[in-house]
């Protein structure tokens, strides 16, 4: 089944990295085809960045996010900007202390990201916090997958902090999923 | 008595099923060849490793009468070319030969960069004042007041001075001769090939078809002897002082020879450290 | 040496494919949205002994390609649409004088300045014929980073085969999605280098052909040879007053390609054994496509998905011969009817149809279904 994802925040979060680390981890160490779009032009500019994945087991064809299943946003820019084209059936994920909600959400798992991130030291690494939650509550991409691609995008210096925010964001995500 | 050569001692040098050559009568550049070929002979160049790159003009013809790899490429783009010939076989000396129109006003650009980046090649340019292979018009180095078939009133443009953009541009070597100071302009053609680094020779010489004819010089001989009335040499003055204008003065001589790391250098360096 | 797997944009993985390919020289000027090509060429080069140079414009680009194609080195550069039209002078240059190279084009969506974050693919005719002069180019439309790793090594070994610019048509799209690369072990990856001169320097030449690709002797080999733009005998001298030289030349340059379009055709086929309706497509557009021919298929419509992957030279017999198989042609690109014109001219304009967009956007599979219906039932 064809999965869409699409991570958005503002500028300096990393959230250009998110998706291609979440593309690769289900592209090369899950098996499973996926694509990774960044999002170029103005969009990228000053406020909001965004970045796109589509997952799926057969072929991917159409390579863009245009409704997507699952929305993780780190800014309240991109919540507003983004929320209007979540699937109605579709899944929100955000940093709760980034992202106010409006009325009418469908299902929303959160948790505070950059907090975390801060408490272990980098407030940097809230990003990858973000992916470790994302990859509990969705169990979409295997915890192996994305531990590696996490470990391969980061300096050696910062492996072991960002081995600990992945951990912490991802046993979040399990105790969210058990609720 | 009656004298047959069975040779010329230059022979090997030219392609010579290609001459005769297309210059008029009077034309400057067989001079400015001569000299390069004697320059060729006394440096000792391994020819097999010479490689003469051209634009287009009558200037642009020389890449076809030597006998080693050449190269008559796009008009003004004979500097990129001999940048890429240069930097993918650094075993090669590169010489461009080209005009004043070619390499000044549609290959100015290339020129500057060149000149910036220091790439090691030898530019002989032959300024003749106008576009001579197309029938005379404006160049980029027509003097003030000069008539040209497009200034037929006289040119109002501030010309060139090429020298003075060769040296603010960068390069390592600068001389200016007229094509009739032959021994000289072969003295410093041997200098700019032994110099590593972005070396350049200009060579003011006649265009009694398409210039000299307009403007009160329709033989080559006429131009020569006001190349002999005119010309000073100062070595070593600052080339910004070396401006040229109709009826005045033509400043020649040697005005930059410096020494400055190249780019060929620098990047095989650089290649040196990335491969560690 | 074993396979690697990767997960690159279509831009890097172009980069890597020319480094496997044997590319020792790349010269370009920055241009969205080609410049990763130049900016990782930058860094991987001189780990593999080449020279990367930024040049100050893609006019000097081209010309330093061609330089130091003759130096020896496989080369290339990567632009897109207003570089391309600046290399094109140098284009018709690599074309006369037979330089093997490759140049990328990025496609973004113009004319002029246009759109330059945004995809476009409407640099078809100007790839073929951007040039002045009689001449032919090879064109290769990637639609996946995996193909333009393959796409680009089979470039260089086109450009090396045929002496002949190759243009390696991207689209901004192809270029700056990630997707997983397969790079094969070096020993099954095949690699193609030009002909060298097999007589001594008297004896040889330079632009005589046995069999429409002479052989090449580089600056440097001893061989002094005159390489010149203006028209040129079989020795390489200028004849630019002699028709029948030109004639010659002329015919050779083209035929060199048009007489080996067969081997040069390279087709992906999809759904097509039973198909009554064809798209027509390349690039990012044939993504599209190959989703909308699936939900085609699934409501019972016979329609099938012909892929081009060599654009030029273009494929007139393939499709005057299946002309008679199928009823319609639905041809879905990202201009306003380029490849359109190449298969009315082969099928008829009555068989067929164009689905455009002019640029900034892909088509969704959805609307090239509804054009899919809509010309299937005849209206």
Redesign the interface.
Known sequence: MRIEIKFGGFGGQGIILMG?IT??AA??YDGK??????S???EARGGAASSNVVISEE??????V?NPDILVVMSQGAYEKFAPILKDDGLLIIDEDLVKLKNGEGKVAKIPATRIAEELGKRIVANIVMLGFFTGVTKLISYDAIKKAVLESVPARFRELNEEALEKGYRQGIEWQEE | MEIEAKSHPLDRYLRAERIPHIWCPGCGLGTVLNCFLHALEETNINLKNLAVVSGIGCTGRVAGYINVDSYHTTHGRAIPFATGLKLANPKLKVVVFSGDGDLFAIGGNHFIHAARRNIDMTVICVNNYNYGMTGGQLGPTTPLEARTTTAPYGNIEHPFNLCHVAAASGAVYVARWTSLHVRRLKESMKEALNKKGFSFVEIIAPCPTAFGRRNKEPTGLETLKYYKEHSVIKHGIDPAEADIEMGGDIIVGKFVDIEKPTFDEAVHELIKKARK | MKKQIKFYSGNIAAAEGALVAGCRFFAGYPITPSSEIAEHMALRLPQVGGVFIQMEDELASMAAILGASWGGAKSMTATSGPGFSLMQENIGLGAMTETPCVVINVQRAGPSTGMPTLVGQADIMQARWGSHGDYEIIALSPFSPQECFDLTIKAFNLAEEYRVPVIVLMDESVGHMFEKVVIPPKDKIKIVERKKPTVPPEKYMPYKAEDFVPEMACAGEGYNVHVTGLTHDEKGYPQATDPEVQDRLVRRLCDKIRKNEKKLRDIEEYEMDDAEVAIVSFGISARSSKAAVRLARQRGYKVGLIRLKTIWPFPDEYFEKLADEIKKFVVVEINYGQIKLEVERNVGRDKTFLLPKMGGEIHKPDEIYRKIKEVYNGN
Do not use: L, Q, S, W
């Open positions: 291609n593309a690769r592209a090369i085809n996926a694509v990774f779009t960044p170029y032009g103005p072929e991917i064809d159409y390579p863009y245009t």
